[in-house]
């Protein structure tokens, strides 16, 4: 039996793929008798930060381009996905509820996976660790002991309001460049609505700020306060931009766009609205948009610190332990960050470990494709190892006489699904 430590996304692709490979398979996980500080949920897989998994666009976007290559592997978060999707114009966007709630009863329906509900304190000889950027302080100090020092820096979540709170009178439906069919509830505000917004952004309390230094907070999450104090109008040029969203051809000056956060359409998230401001500073700032003026939180934002491993010293490319074989390591711990970067390191890690089971070697797949090039990225040697979301800049250089950008992305995209189905035929006949 084979034990899988953690069951976010990463574990749980990982402890699907083994079983279904008839691998008996010890899914440990503390949730429901503990959880981290940011999970508020019992289920498995559970999304914290946000419910989209982001762009759809196999050949114009990075992040859709890894999905499609997990579709093409055998991917349960893609699999959940598509069962539990809401409208989201271009990005994949899911029901967290739902989608949490599939994957749950997929592993607690599978007669190879053995759930043990317990928090793990000890590295295991053999197995996957995928206990998330949060791991719980036990098996923390065993990684320190065993493995060296780790890394940390600080993650931020948005806020989420009732459909029915929100003022639709000052709001319009559509997607920016009118993608999708009217996924998003833009909230526009006009020149002096933005800049006393910015004002009272900035004068707003932060939580805990002594906590946090600047230089260890993840650009890819940081607090619209923060974004904010570097600049009057870069919310404007960020979360905040209109373009794509006119009107009878007339732009608004700023725009707030809201997600559906479920199906049924009950709640919707503030796109782009990381914060760590304190929940009464919250509700003060953000009901001075005027569609949010009467707004009912039903979370509020919060920011927690995320822990991952010096990986290059630490990992191989197959997520393997450097002198440990057959211990193996998944997940944002990993320094890989997203959700989809998650869960495909869960089932790259599943796919080689169930190879070590079988006395064979690992196959990792070449950096043409977003699956290799993450791979390969945490475990090359980095002075500064910081954690990395799929982009077109990890990918192996290629097409330099290419110069119209959506031709290049596109020429990319071909050829990273043409090593994924290399790989699938590989790992299928070795």
Excluded: W
Aim: with cysteine; proline share 3%; glycine share 8%.
């Amino acid at each position: 039996m084979i034990k899988v430590i953690g069951a976010g996304l990463a574990g749980s692709e990982a402890a699907y793929y083994l079983a279904s490979r008839g691998a008996e398979v010890e899914l440990i996980d503390m949730k429901p008798k503990k959880r981290s500080p940011a999970h508020s949920r019992a289920g498995f897989a559970e999304l914290v930060c946000s419910n989209s998994l982001k762009s759809s666009d196999v050949f114009g976007n990075a992040c859709g381009l890894l999905k499609e290559e997990m579709r093409r592997i055998g991917s349960l978060t893609m699999e959940a996905a598509e069962k539990t999707r809401v409208p989201a114009g271009g990005a994949l966007a899911v029901d967290r509820e739902l989608f949490s709630e599939y994957i749950t009863e997929k592993l607690r329906a599978h007669e190879k996976i053995h759930i043990v509900c317990k928090e793990a304190e000890d590295l295991p000889d053999r197995g996957i660790v995928a206990t998330g950027p949060l791991t719980a302080d036990g098996l923390y100090a065993s990684i320190e002991r065993e493995l060296g020092a780790t890394l940390h820096f600080y993650d931020a979540s948005a806020p989420v309001v009732s459909a029915d709170s929100i003022d639709m009178d000052q709001t319009f439906s559509m997607s920016r460049y009118g993608k999708g069919d009217g996924d998003y509830l833009n909230c526009p505000l006009t020149k002096e609505e933005y800049e006393r917004f910015i004002t009272e952004l900035l004068g707003a309390e932060r939580a805990e700020l002594h906590a946090f230094e600047k230089r260890e907070i993840f650009e890819g999450c940081m607090p619209v306060e923060v974004m904010a104090a570097r600049g009057k109008d870069t919310l404007r040029f960020g979360m905040l931009k209109p373009v794509g969203l006119e009107v009878d051809g007339v732009r608004p000056y700023a725009v707030l766009q809201l997600r559906k956060e479920n199906e049924a359409g009950t709640a919707y998230g503030l796109v782009g609205f990381q914060t760590n401001l304190k929940f009464k500073e919250q509700k003060r700032v953000f009901s001075l948009i005027p569609a949010l003026a009467h707004a009912e939180f039903e979370r509020y934002g919060v920011m927690h610190r995320n822990t991952y491993l010096q990986s290059p010293e630490l990992l191989n490319a197959d997520y393997s332990v450097k002198g440990r074989p057959e211990l193996f390591f998944a997940g944002q711990i990993t320094g890989v960050e997203g959700y989809v970067e998650s869960a495909m390191s869960g089932l790259l890690a599943g796919i080689h470990a169930y190879r070590r089971l079988c006395g064979k070697q690992t196959v990792v797949p070449e950096d043409t494709c977003m699956c290799g090039a993450l791979s390969r990225y945490i475990a090359q040697a980095n002075r500064r190892f910081d954690p990395m979301n799929a982009n077109y800049g990890i990918l192996r250089a290629g097409f330099e006489n290419v110069r119209d950008k959506k031709e290049k992305k596109k020429l990319l995209g071909v050829r990273a699904l043409e090593e994924i189905e290399r790989f699938c035929a590989e790992i299928a006949e070795r």
